[in-house]
Nanobody
Framework: QVSLVESGGGLVQAGGSLRLSCAAS????????MGWFRQAPGLDREFVAA????????RYADSVKGRFTISRDNDRNTVYLQMNSLKSEETAVYYC????????????????WGQGTQVTVSS
C-alpha cells in the first residue's frame, strides 16, 4: 500500500543538473525521515541526502554538499533532490526511501523504498 515512486532520472552531461522527484503515498509520513540513496554498478548503496517530513532538518553526504539540495512539498506529498554540477562518477540508480524516527545513513535501516530511477552522467 505504501508507495514511493521516483521520477526525473535520465541522461545528463557532466556539469549539468537534474531534479529527481519522489511521490509518496499510502500513509502519513509525519515522524519519518525521507532519504535519497544511490547505487552504482558493482558498488554498495550509499547515502546521499535526507530531509525530515516535518520541520527543516536536512542532512547531506560530504561528497554532495554544496551541489545537491533536498527539499519537499508536503501539499504534493513529494520529495525532491536537485542535483547540480553532476560528475560522471555519480552515474547510479537513485532511490527514495523512508525511515521512521531516528535519522540514519545506513540504508538497511530504512522501512520503505521506491523502485529507483536511473541517472547517467556522460563525460
Amino acid at each position: 500500500q505504501v508507495s514511493l515512486v521516483e521520477s526525473g532520472g535520465g541522461l545528463v552531461q557532466a556539469g549539468g543538473s537534474l531534479r529527481l522527484s519522489c511521490a509518496a503515498s499510502g500513509r502519513t509520513f509525519s515522524g519519518y525521515v525521507m532519504g535519497w540513496f544511490r547505487q552504482a554498478p558493482g558498488l554498495d548503496r550509499e547515502f546521499v541526502a535526507a530531509i525530515w517530513w516535518t520541520g527543516a532538518n536536512m542532512r547531506y553526504a560530504d561528497s554532495v554538499k554544496g551541489r545537491f539540495t533536498i527539499s519537499r512539498d508536503n501539499d504534493r506529498n513529494t520529495v525532491y533532490l536537485q542535483m547540480n554540477s553532476l560528475k560522471s562518477e555519480e552515474t547510479a540508480v537513485y532511490y527514495c526511501a523512508a525511515k521512521f524516527g531516528l535519522y540514519s545513513t545506513y540504508w538497511r535501516s530504512y522501512d520503505y523504498w521506491g523502485q529507483g530511477t536511473q541517472v547517467t552522467v556522460s563525460s
